[in-house]
């Protein structure tokens, strides 16, 4: 991977290229998504990982429709999307080294999809050499999406025109804190770690959807987003959305997110003092 590049270089996408992409995941979702929601059953979807790992046509046919649209859109950038990496899984180490790739989740919480809860979404995150530089968080339900690039702060659009900024809560003391944690995705030593530390914070739950997840933390809801399963179609996105709406996002060992990067926790807090609060708290998970 390249760490450094020896001129600065413009952002991925112009603003014009942007509304280009996200009018494509729009069509894409009322395309392939919505006529599917509350229609595609648990008999319909298949497993991968395990039995809660779920994918149906919609997550098949939204990443084919989106990869064919973007691949036209940027022939030169390296698409990858979830549903390939699962056929193919050595195109996960494609991304670190491509000087321009757009990683796809078609369907993020595909779980709540098939169990008909609208708590899903469309991830796209944009990297160069496995570091994020735009990421788009759009959810189907309501038709409207958080937006940042590295060079812009993160903003929530609506399909009407209507933006408004994005940004995290403020932060605060380990008892007010809120955030989502991915727990049940832990090894059973990482469980048995983090059980007794859990009370300490306000609230810790999971969603299962790191898009929704990643939209609320960048909203302010929520104060934290953490996990050791570091698929960077569920991340790449949300690391670079907190930061443009001000937070914080790095490895809990203090590295920075890069999708190179596969063992390890990922903690993304509202700010600087939150993020070591928690960072000192779990720091039983370093070892």
Sequence with gaps: MIDSLPIPLSPPFTPAQQTMLINLVRRA????????FRTVTRADA????GPHDLVTEADHQTEAMLARG??????????????????????????????LAIIIDPVDGTWNF?????LFGVIIAVTRYGRPVMGLLYDPISDDWIIADETSPARLEAALGVA??????????????QGYMHYYLMSQSRQ??????????????????SCQEYRLLAQGAVDFVMSDVLNPWDHAAGVLVCQQAGGVARMLDGRDYSTAITKG?????????????LRDHFACLLD
Excluded: Y
């Design 29 to 36: 979702a009322r395309a392939e998504i919505m006529p599917r």
């Design 46 to 49: 298949s497993t991968k990982s």
């Design 70 to 99: 973007l691949q036209r859109m940027f022939p030169h950038a390296l698409i990858v999307g979830e549903e390939a990496v699962a056929a193919k899984p050595a195109l996960r180490d494609d991304v670190s080294e491509a000087e």
């Design 114 to 118: 098939v169990h008909g809860l609208p």
């Design 164 to 177: 408004h900024p994005a940004r995290v809560s403020r932060g605060g003391e380990l008892a007010d804190l």
């Design 192 to 209: 048995e770690q983090l059980a007794p530390l859990l009370p300490a914070v306000a609230r810790c739950i999971a969603l299962r959807c």
């Design 265 to 277: 926790v990922l903690l993304s807090a509202a700010d600087q003092a939150t993020w070591t609060r």
